[in-house]
């Protein structure tokens, strides 16, 4: 069955600091990966996508299957990108998608 | 604005009672889901539904059923309350059979005494 960890519950930098949110996976197929932010108050939206190979946000994912890692970066980050991030892990063709449990970004002024 | 519409936004019932969740979706998105998500544990998938007329158990299916008449509506009853379902709950769909992502409903708080 496939497994999504994100190591870090909360995670704090200050405003300014590279952060790098961490993702691995367990999953024997060709996955497809995402990340999503919960902002304050809002509902859950899709970041971006591995397939997409683009920047949103400033915010970069690259698909790692030596390591089975996905994990999310962005080289300054500032106070507005503070929000819960979760990372997903979807089976080729079959819709449902796998979350791991969330990690809580703080940037700090 | 599309997308998809969650109601109520919040409510507080007595343990025991009988609840119904309502999500609507505008997209005429195949598949749909119902999560709930507490601190500490991240999104945990209760039931789905791959189209209409269809559905599955997730991770955490006991205490909730769900039903897929047509395929905007797809309803969250919990018969019989306990407090332990207390959480926030996420409905959202996806075009289901390609590798889409998921839209996420603004969520119901849920807080049964």
């Known amino acids: 069955a496939q497994r999504v960890t994100q190591p870090e519950k909360l995670l704090s930098v200050f405003k300014g600091a590279p952060v790098e949110l961490k993702c691995n996976y367990s999953y024997s197929g060709s996955p497809e990966l995402f990340w999503y932010v919960q902002y304050s108050r809002q509902r859950l939206q899709l970041l971006l996508r591995h397939i997409s190979r683009e920047s949103i946000k400033g915010f970069t994912a690259d698909l790692n299957k030596g390591e089975t890692s996905f994990h999310l970066k962005k080289p300054f980050a500032q106070e507005e990108d503070s929000a819960m991030y979760y990372c997903a892990l979807l089976k080729s063709g079959a819709g449902k998608s796998t979350f791991g449990d969330g990690t809580t970004l703080t940037v700090k002024p | 604005i599309a997308g998809i519409t969650q109601a109520p936004t919040s409510q507080i019932l007595a343990a025991g009672r009988r609840m119904t969740l309502r999500c609507t979706q505008d997209?005429?998105?195949?598949?749909m889901y119902w999560y709930r998500q507490d601190l500490g544990l991240g999104l945990r998938l209760i039931h789905y539904s791959n189209t209409a007329g269809t559905t599955g158990k997730g991770e955490v299916p006991d205490g909730y059923s769900v039903s897929r008449a047509n395929t905007d509506d797809f309803p969250l009853t919990l018969a019989s309350a306990v407090p332990s379902q207390t959480s926030v709950y996420f409905c959202?769909?996806?075009?289901?059979?390609?590798?889409?992502?998921?839209?996420f409903g603004d969520g119901t708080r849920l807080s049964i005494l």
């Open positions: 959202a769909s996806s075009e289901g059979d390609s590798n889409q992502p998921q839209h």
């Open positions: 997209m005429r998105h195949n598949a």
